[in-house]
């Protein structure tokens, strides 16, 4: 019984570095100022998934703090930006960095890193060692800001 607990666990840790190893964490030489300019992994972004991330609960929920015009969202938020036309504004590069760690750049945001391992609080031990969001979610997001232009 113990034994297959620990081997369990010695899978599930060597399945998690292999993901880790995929998704290409943030490393100072992947930020230029406020832009990370690289994709933070190789798969195709779709700005269909990205919109579902976006509204999801269980995914990234930004609808709890943003709004967009004319998204199927039976609730959105105003504390964040409206982020209708966030496309005209910021480029993907800086939409990347925002995403994976605005605290960095606004140390008193309320908006969670949500690609960030360092300096977490109060972070459960089954989360220890996870970003909120994975590589993919992140990269559909931007796809998906990226697209909210006013044309
Ligand atoms: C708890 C509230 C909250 C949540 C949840 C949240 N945000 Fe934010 N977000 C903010 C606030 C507030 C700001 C503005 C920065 C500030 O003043 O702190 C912001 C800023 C941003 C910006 C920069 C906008 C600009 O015009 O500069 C982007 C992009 C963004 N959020 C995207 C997202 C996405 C995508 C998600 C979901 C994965 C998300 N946010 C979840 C509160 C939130």
């Known amino acids: 019984m113990i034994r297959a607990c620990a081997l369990s666990s010695l899978v599930a840790l060597l399945f998690s570095g292999a993901e880790a190893f995929a998704e290409r964490l943030v490393t100072p030489d992947m930020i230029v100022g406020d832009t990370i300019p690289a994709p933070l992994t190789d798969t195709a ?30 609730f959105q938020g105003n504390v964040g930006p409206d982020l209708s036309t966030v496309g005209d504004r910021l480029s993907p590069a800086q939409i990347r960095f925002r ?53």
């Open 99 to 151: 995403l994976v760690d605005l605290q960095s750049l606004m140390p008193d945001t309320v908006m969670p890193s949500y690609y960030r391992l360092h300096d977490l609080n109060q972070v459960q031990e089954q989360f220890q060692g996870q970003t909120i969001l994975n590589a993919e979610q992140i990269e559909h997001l931007v796809a998906y800001l990226a697209s909210r232009t006013q044309d």
């Open 45 to 74: 972004s779709s700005t269909e998934i990205g919109e579902t991330v976006f509204t999801e609960r269980d995914q990234g929920h930004c609808v709890l703090c943003h709004q967009i015009d004319d998204l199927d969202a039976e």
